[in-house]
């Protein structure tokens, strides 16, 4: 860990903290504690509105917090479907309202319960208990000093694991004791204390989640727009018109939109590209992205960042959906077997095969020159190291690069 902390400090922006800090200001200046109370429905449901509600916030805009998008909007109890024209809410309520006026409660329950440590948590009855993510963001959000911007059960699990306690202590135990107990082994460690929580978070992250899902997007036809994408730090997708996808949902509302407003030659194709637009907005951090161009080119290989997905305010943009990716620096073109598969798709899921056929890939990182297989779940657990024994060895250095079968 040690190596990886190292490499991390000098890495690292400051400007991340400063933009996270920023944001969660803004959220507790619109959702203050004392305005849950009496918040209405339609202020806090996904669905009523395109932007702006208490969910939006939680969800989407405050992702550089720690993300808990994808899946249904059902984790968030209660939201507003358009596409059916009527609210979604838990069974053995007679209306949405006093299934609000229970969720309200509930929510103010949950932060009554935890405003000091230890506490006896919350009854079984609570709504909230049944969305995991939801309440240990909410948890995170209004008592950023007691809890970590993570929220995902497995990825607790995980990084309790690096700490050193295993999965036999960790057995039984929902998100937010996980989540506590995480804190608890952070404040133990001899560096990590000192660190912002959500720099502690970026960096387990960063280093230690396993098995990255690999996708080839094209930054445009032909990549027309691939040194925009290097340039600022970010994958683009068009479809404008469709407008910000954090307005639907789930899949199933924002398909109903796209589908009208665009024309395609059959329902297949249509389906498709919807598909693809979703995959490309559920992209999660930790994701790692190859931008091709064409069948047998990869542009670049980086990694999705916490910051996620946006649309840009820009009207001019030429493909305003975006999702941000920390990019390796590459100096060209790879040239990899030609992947037929990858023929008039933005976006394509990669299968181990074939990520495998991309492996005669080299990557050339900053000075130091490095080797790097594309199906490293992680270039930097092996850079780091592969760095500090070519500072041991000169000879090292001079070695020459082994070149794979299809770089030419």
């Keep these: 860990m040690e190596a990886y902390i190292r490499d991390f400090e000098k890495k690292f922006p400051a400007s991340y903290v400063e933009e996270a800090e920023k944001l969660h200001a803004e959220f507790m200046a619109t959702f203050p504690r004392e305005r849950l109370a ?3 429905l339609d202020d806090y449901a996904l669905g009523r509105r395109k932007t702006g509600s208490f969910c939006w916030w939680v969800e ?17 109890i209660i939201y507003y479907s358009a596409k059916s024209g009527e609210w979604k809410y838990p069974k053995g309520f007679p209306s949405e309202e006093k299934a609000w006026e229970k969720l309200r409660q509930d929510i103010c329950t949950l932060l009554d319960a935890y405003q000091e440590l230890p506490s006896a948590g919350i009854s079984e009855g609570n709504l909230l208990n049944t969305g995991s993510m939801f309440k240990t963001k909410l948890l995170y959000l209004y008592y950023p000093d007691k809890f970590l911007p993570v929220y995902s059960l497995e990825h607790m699990r995980k990084f309790l694991e690096v700490m050193g306690i295993s999965r036999e202590v960790t057995a039984g135990k929902d998100s937010i004791e996980c989540n506590l107990l995480l804190k608890e082994a952070v404040s133990k460690h001899k560096v990590l204390p000192d660190w912002h929580p959500i720099k502690v978070v970026r960096f387990f992250y960063k280093y230690y989640m396993e ?13 027309r727009h691939w040194q925009e994408c290097l340039d600022k730090g970010y994958i683009s997708m068009g479809f404008n018109e469709v407008g910000d996808l954090t307005r639907f949902p789930d899949f199933e509302e924002f398909k109903d939109v796209f589908l009208r407003q ?3 030659e059959n329902a297949g194709q249509g389906a498709e590209k919807a598909g693809e637009l979703w995959s490309f907005y559920n992209l999660k951090p930790g994701d790692i992205i190859l931008a091709n161009r064409g069948k047998n080119q990869l542009l670049g290989r980086g990694v999705v960042t916490d910051r996620g997905y946006e649309y840009l305010s820009d009207e001019n943009a030429p493909q305003r959906h975006v999702v941000y990716v920390d990019w390796d620096d590459w100096r060209q073109p790879r040239q990899i077997p030609a992947q037929h598969n990858w023929s008039n798709r ?6 181990g095969k074939e990520v495998q056929e991309c492996r005669s890939v080299i990557v050339l990182i900053n000075s130091w020159k490095t080797l790097e297989s594309l199906s490293s779940p992680w270039y930097i657990r092996t850079n780091v ?8 060895s000169a ?8 070149v ?5």
Excluded at 214 to 222: E, F, L, R
Excluded at 385 to 392: N, W, Y
């Design 262 to 264: 665009f024309q395609f």
């Design 60 to 76: 989407y805009k405050t992702s550089v917090l720690g993300s808990i998008k994808g899946g249904s909007a059902a984790k968030l």
């Design 211 to 223: 098995e990255p899902r690999y996708y080839k997007i094209s930054p445009g036809p032909d990549a």
């Design 385 to 392: 190291l592969e760095r500090q024994a070519m500072g041991r």
């Design 38 to 40: 009496t918040m209405e």
């Design 346 to 351: 933005i976006v394509v899921p990669l299968t």
């Design 404 to 408: 794979g079968p299809h770089l030419g």
């Design 395 to 402: 000879e090292t250095k001079k070695r020459p690069l082994a």
